[in-house]
Every structure is written in C-alpha cells, then in structure tokens.
C-alpha cells in the first residue's frame, strides 16, 4: 500500500462526502421551488445524475468492445443499490415509503427487470430493444412526474433560504454536486484498486467488488446523506429511480449507439439478470410491510449482498467452498429469505383488513 493510494482513498472519500452534501441540498431546495415532493426529485434529478458513472462506464466499454462489462456493469449496480445502500440507508435510519412507491415506482422497476430478462433471451440487446428502452424511461420519467404533482404532498420549506434560494443556484448546486461525485468515486476506486492489489488480491477479484461498488458510490454517498438530512423520500427515490433509468436509459442508450447491439452472454441470462429481477422484487413485500423499510429489513439486505459478493469471489477464484456456500444458499438460506418476506406480507394484508384499510395503499 503506496502512501499514493491511501491518498487517493481518503480524497476521493471527503470529495464523494462533500458532493453528496451538495446534491442533496440542491435536490432538496429544487423540488421545493418547482413545488414537487423530494421522492419526485429522488426518483429522477438525482436518480438519473447519479447513475452518470454506469452512463459513461457501459456506453464506453460497449464502443470499447467490451460488452460484458457493459452489461455486468449495470446488472452488478442495480444489485448492489438495493441490497448495499437501501440496506446501510434503513440500517442508519428506518426508510419510510410513500404510497406512490408501491403502486407505481417498485413495480416499474420490477417490470423494468423482467423486460431486460425477456430481451435478452436472444442473447443481444439491438436497436429496437434499445429505442424501447428509451421510449420507456420517457414514458416513465413523464408519469412519474404527473403522478408525483397530482397525488404526493408538497415538502415544507425547512427553512426562509430554501424558500428563497433562486432556481439557478439550486440547479447548480445539483451540477456540482454529481461533478463532485464522480470525481470522488474515481479517486476512491483508484486508490482502493491501487491497495488492493498491493496486497496480492487479483484482478478479477477487484473488478468483482471494488469496481462494481465504485459506479454505485454515487447513490451510496447521496442517500446515506439524505437519510442523515432526513430526506428520507430522497434518498429511496435515488435508488427505485437509478435501477430503472441503469436498465432504460443507459442499456437503452448503449444499445442504440452500438453498430450490431449489446451481445448478452449466457451466463447474465442464466444467473445476473435472474438475481437482479430477484432483488427487485424482493424491495416490494418489504417497502409494502408497514409502508416502511425498518433497520432488521436493511440488515437483511446487507447479509444478502454479503452472500453475493461472496459468491463471485469464491467462484472467480474456483474456490472449493464454493460447492458447500452454493447448497446451504440454494437449499436453506435463499428459501428461508423467500418465506420471511411471504409471511410478512400475508400478516400485513391481514391486518389491513381487519382494519378496513386498502391492500394496495392509496
């Protein structure tokens, strides 16, 4: 370990912090002055800025000829979003969710996840798969911000200056804040790339965990600051807004810009995007539980994207664990999870009947 790279790592960390900051208090003061609630900000301002290292790394490895890195790079992300910092965000302060998350947010991202499964059984995302992509964030972005208007309610001020701070200077707040962002995640990642391999880790094993986090350090920093501001709604809608404009937008785009498509290779058909499509559903019966998402619900999560990281590791490396961690998650850990989330929410919708309240909240 270089004093170079613990240099790089400490930077790029105080940057990624002050950039979050700045995001965030820009979002925040944005949707107050365009009179829009801080999830509708969250779920697409601050989702689609923060996504811009998963832009640039999956449109560039795909003109680089790297396609599997273009795709890895998104199905790893939308993982790691939600199981990573959805977890550490609830783990630090218990997440609530609003009605408009449940009934159309979560659910997109979920058809959103299934839509790329479906497109890519042929093995290739082409032009059409692409501009459908598109059309689709479109067409999402422009709902979510009717429906956003039309039915969530209006945030307070938190103070006169939010009130008063003029427009150009909230959305500059927001540009230097993803600028500073970037320029974080790219000092920290080559500074945690530069240790670890000080240390004799291998290349995959770094582009596995600390590169597959680094795209999402982003979201990490700025919803980790959302929570700690209490800007709850914000910091769920970076992360259901993000997943959805990874898959959208950003496949969408590398698909359109690549001269035969974006091969899909079997393995992300068999094993990623199925994972992927998991963990978003997974998100539903926990957001609908309580319309909230508590500090044992992130927990989970945690040990969950633990679990994962340690399977890529271990079958990077052809470790000869690999075998036992594959039967005692396959057969015991993966279908316990499954049954905790089933009995949560058939106690949550039998109490919300005996309560006379609606199963799908309005």
């Given amino acids: 370990m270089t004093a170079a790279n613990a240099a790089f790592l400490l930077v790029g960390l105080v940057v990624l912090v002050g950039g979050g900051e700045l995001l965030v208090r820009g979002a925040a003061g944005l949707a107050r002055r365009l009179?829009?609630?801080?999830?509708?900000?969250?779920?697409?301002?601050?989702?689609?800025?923060?996504?811009?290292?998963?832009?640039?790394?999956?449109?560039?490895?795909?003109?680089?000829?790297?396609?599997?890195?273009?795709?890895?790079?998104?199905?790893g992300s939308n993982i790691v979003n939600v199981l990573l910092i959805l977890g550490a965000s609830a783990l630090l302060l218990p997440l609530t969710v609003r009605a408009q998350l449940i009934r159309l947010d979560v659910p997109v991202?979920?058809?959103?996840?299934?839509?790329?499964?479906?497109?890519?059984?042929d093995g290739r995302l082409g032009l059409g798969d692409g501009l459908l992509l598109l059309i689709g964030i479109v067409a999402y972005t422009a709902v979510s911000v009717l429906v956003g208007r039309r039915t969530s309610p209006k945030d307070p001020p938190s103070s006169v200056s939010d009130a008063d701070r003029p427009l150009w200077l909230q959305l500059a707040a927001v540009a230097g804040g993803v600028a500073l962002l970037v320029a974080g995640a790219q000092l920290l990642v080559e500074g945690a790339v530069g240790i670890a391999e000080g240390f004799g880790v291998s290349g995959l094993v770094i582009g596995l965990t600390v590169v597959a986090v680094g795209t999402s350090l982003p979201e990490l920093a700025t919803s980790l600051i959302a929570v700690r501001r209490g800007e709850r709604d914000l910091a769920v809608g970076n992360i259901v807004g993000s997943n959805i404009f990874n898959i959208a937008a950003v496949l969408g785009i590398a698909a359109v810009v690549a001269d035969d498509g974006v091969p899909v290779a079997r393995a992300a058909v068999a094993l990623d995007i199925p994972l992927m499509v998991a963990t978003a559903i997974a998100l539903l019966p926990v957001a609908f539980t309580g319309m909230a998402i508590a500090r044992w619900e992130g927990a989970?999560?945690?040990?969950?994207?633990?679990?994962?990281?340690?399977?890529?590791?271990?079958?990077?490396?052809?470790?000869?664990?690999?075998?036992?961690?594959?039967?005692?998650?396959?057969?015991?850990?993966?279908?316990?999870?499954?049954?905790?989330?089933?009995?949560?929410?058939?106690?949550?919708?039998?109490?919300?009947?005996?309560?006379?309240?609606?199963?799908?909240?309005?």
């Fill in 300 to 362: 989970l999560f945690l040990a969950l994207y633990a679990a994962f990281t340690a399977y890529l590791v271990l079958a990077a490396t052809e470790h000869d664990a690999l075998d036992g961690f594959t039967v005692v998650m396959a057969g015991f850990t993966l279908p316990l999870v499954a049954i905790t989330l089933i009995v949560l929410v058939s106690y949550e919708a039998g109490r919300r009947r005996a309560a006379g309240e609606p199963f799908v909240p309005s």
């Fill in 109 to 121: 991202m979920v058809a959103a996840s299934i839509g790329l499964l479906l497109l890519s059984l």
């Fill in 35 to 75: 009179g829009l609630s801080s999830l509708v900000i969250g779920l697409t301002v601050v989702a689609f800025s923060t996504s811009s290292p998963e832009l640039a790394v999956t449109v560039g490895a795909v003109l680089e000829g790297q396609p599997d890195l273009a795709v890895g790079n998104v199905v």
